[in-house]
């Protein structure tokens, strides 16, 4: 759509608004006030998750010691035939949406897998992949992010199957999860 220049105000028509406003004066404008620099930010909140980190390990539901750095991670719900994990594993389904838990400690990432689950159930998403990290600079007690991910996974009704990515997806460091339909 194009816009319309305004027709030319005649010169009786400027006579006339020059008139009717009469005198005019140039406002003089003031200097803004003072205001002190801001302190620079402070990280409390990184500084409190960091405290609650090695609590927070201890009061897991599992061992991380369990799972290898390398191992594969599956699963199929009872019931449902081995085909479908089967083809799962061979990237058969589109995944429709990931998230990266990397760099978040264990209460932060499980209440994020949880929310995106909730999410794939309303958006009617079958297929989702998590990407959890292979634990490569985890301590000696394991990949706690990969375990956390088995447990939440296993526990979770929506959930029909899961098993470790392809290598372009993200091998061991993540799994892709098959959501039951609705």
């Given at each position: 759509?194009?816009?319309?220049?305004?027709?030319?105000?005649?010169?009786?028509?400027?006579?006339?608004?020059?008139?009717?406003?009469?005198?005019?004066?140039?406002?003089?404008?003031?200097?803004?006030?003072?205001?002190?620099?801001?302190?620079?930010?402070?990280?409390?909140?990184?500084?409190?998750?960091?405290?609650?980190?090695?609590?927070?390990?201890?009061?897991?539901?599992?061992?991380?010691?369990?799972?290898?750095?390398?191992?594969?991670?599956?699963?199929?719900?009872?019931?449902?035939p081995p085909k479908i994990l089967k083809q799962l594993k061979r990237g058969h389904f589109?995944?429709?949406?990931?998230?990266?838990?990397?760099?978040?400690?264990?209460?932060?990432?499980?209440?994020?897998?949880?929310?995106?689950?909730?999410?794939?159930?309303?958006?009617n998403w079958r297929c989702v992949r998590i990407v959890h990290g292979k634990g490569l600079?985890?301590?000696?007690?394991?990949?706690?992010?990969?375990?956390?991910?088995?447990?939440?996974?296993?526990?979770?009704?929506?959930?029909?199957?899961?098993?470790?990515?392809?290598?372009?997806?993200?091998?061991?460091?993540?799994?892709?999860?098959?959501?039951?339909?609705?």
């Amino acid at each position: 759509m194009s816009r319309r220049r305004p027709a030319p105000v005649s010169e009786d028509d400027a006579d006339l608004f020059r008139e009717a406003i009469g005198e005019v004066r140039r406002l003089e404008t003031e200097a803004p006030a003072f205001t002190p620099d801001r302190p620079a930010p402070y990280p409390r909140m990184r500084e409190l998750d960091e405290a609650a980190v090695p609590g927070e390990l201890l009061n897991l539901d599992f061992d991380p010691a369990i799972l290898e750095i390398g191992e594969e991670l599956s699963f199929l719900r009872n019931g449902y035939p081995p085909k479908i994990l089967k083809q799962l594993k061979r990237g058969h389904f589109s995944i429709q949406a990931d998230i990266d838990l990397h760099r978040m400690n264990a209460e932060a990432a499980r209440d994020y897998m949880l929310d995106f689950l909730r999410e794939a159930r309303e958006r009617n998403w079958r297929c989702v992949r998590i990407v959890h990290g292979k634990g490569l600079r985890s301590r000696p007690g394991g990949p706690v992010l990969k375990g956390l991910a088995d447990l939440v996974l296993r526990r979770h009704g929506d959930v029909l199957a899961f098993a470790s990515a392809r290598p372009s997806q993200g091998g061991t460091g993540a799994v892709v999860v098959l959501l039951k339909p609705r």
